[in-house]
């Protein structure tokens, strides 16, 4: 079966410290891969997305992201977070050959960002 | 690029009405729109897969006669979530997918989603 491991539900920060959440994938098949952000009360955006290429993404909001096939792991990483950066992560897979494009989220990771 | 539009943003209604949510991507055509529910401090749970033109394709425990799902034209898709009762009362957020052709790379664009309260 297909699965998206997030590992932390919670990730508390200092504000200019580097943070990565982890997230991890099972699949037989090749996949696209996403993680979104959430604010509060609001819906998803898109951070960044690996769909093919270079496994080193980098998206927007000074985030980035390295796909490992071999550890099936799709971890995402900023060096230096903000307060602003509060939020709900999630990460999300998509399978190629999928049924029309099904996302599978995992169930998310609260970064806080302390001052 | 890629905005999607999701209205009403709250709504609180009473039980037993009924009440219709959209969603419309305002800069691209959507062959597909997907409908999530996401519970207080949940992940997201696909309710259904709405393509233009055809019936949804329910997920396996949502109720197709109390979630009904229009997906008119290529930019427009509805959930109307009828006999609403205090239990529907959810996060509901819908999502938008670029028109599939050669290449096409399965990215979905989401709506800032709508808060349904159910007295």
């Known amino acids: 079966a297909q699965s998206v491991t997030q590992l932390d539900s919670q990730v508390p920060v200092f504000e200019e410290a580097p943070v990565e959440l982890r997230c991890n994938y099972s699949?037989?098949?090749?996949?696209?891969l996403f993680w979104y952000v959430q604010y509060p009360n609001q819906g998803l955006q898109l951070l960044l997305k690996?769909?093919?290429?270079?496994?080193l993404v980098k998206g927007i909001n000074g985030f980035e992201a390295e796909f490992n096939k071999s550890q099936t792991s799709f971890h995402l990483r900023k060096p230096s977070v903000h307060i602003s950066d509060t939020a709900e992560y999630f990460c999300a897979v998509s399978f190629y050959g999928g049924s029309q494009g099904n996302l599978i989220f995992g169930k998310g990771t609260k970064l806080s960002v302390k001052p | 690029g890629a905005v999607v539009s999701q209205h009403p943003s709250w709504v609180i209604c009473k039980s037993g009405t009924s009440v219709k949510i959209e969603c419309r991507s305002l800069d691209f055509q959507a062959t597909t729109m997907f409908w999530y529910r996401q519970f207080p401090k949940q992940s997201l749970m696909l309710m259904a897969t709405?393509?233009?033109?055809?019936?949804?394709?329910?997920e396996q425990g949502v109720e197709k006669d109390k979630f009904l799902i229009n997906h008119a034209s290529l930019t427009l898709s509805t959930l109307t979530v009828t006999s609403a009762h205090p239990e529907d009362s959810s996060f509901y957020i819908c999502?938008?997918?670029?028109?599939?052709?050669?290449?096409?790379?399965?990215?979905?664009?989401f709506g800032a989603g709508t808060r349904l309260s159910v007295l």
């Open positions: 709405s393509n233009e033109g055809s019936k949804a394709t329910y």
């Open positions: 999502s938008a997918m670029v028109a599939g052709g050669p290449g096409a790379k399965n990215i979905q664009y």
């Open positions: 699949s037989s098949v090749s996949v696209y």
């Open positions: 690996y769909l093919s290429g270079s496994t």
